[in-house]
Nanobody, 128 residues
């Protein structure tokens, strides 16, 4: 089992940047694929970005491509989400999630149901 703790959220003006961190403890972190999801009030949880165990393979939601970057440092047991050019519609609670599946790619990597462990979330608010 792995425990996940997100940090780095806050209030930022439109056009600004934030870097979220997801710190893991428990099992060997490099065994896990990790993703970020977000959920805005009254909306369903949506996929943001995901990274493979090594970090060599990444996926992004179309609306985040070019603005968000996911990365990981397995020596620090941490995954990051660098968010640039933030928009008010990026306002949401951001969650990191982890999974250790036999197969991880494409739509499977982007589905919340494919992740077994979740953090408590961190609030990101973008003001206009």
């Amino acid at each position: 089992q792995v425990q996940l703790v997100e940090s780095g959220g806050g209030l930022v003006q439109a056009g600004g940047s934030l870097r979220l961190s997801c710190a893991a403890s428990g099992r060997t972190f490099s065994d896990y694929c990790v993703a970020w999801f977000r959920q805005a009030p009254g909306k369903e949880r949506e996929f943001v970005a995901a990274t493979s165990r090594s970090g060599q393979t990444t996926y992004y939601a179309d609306s985040m491509k070019g603005r968000f970057t996911i990365s990981r440092d397995n020596t620090r047991n941490t995954v990051y989400l660098q968010m640039n050019s933030l928009k008010p519609e990026d306002t949401a609670v951001y969650y990191c999630a982890a999974t250790n599946p036999p197969i991880w790619l494409g739509d499977l990597a982007k589905s919340a149901s494919g992740y077994d462990y979740w953090g408590q979330g961190t609030q990101v608010t973008v003001s206009s």
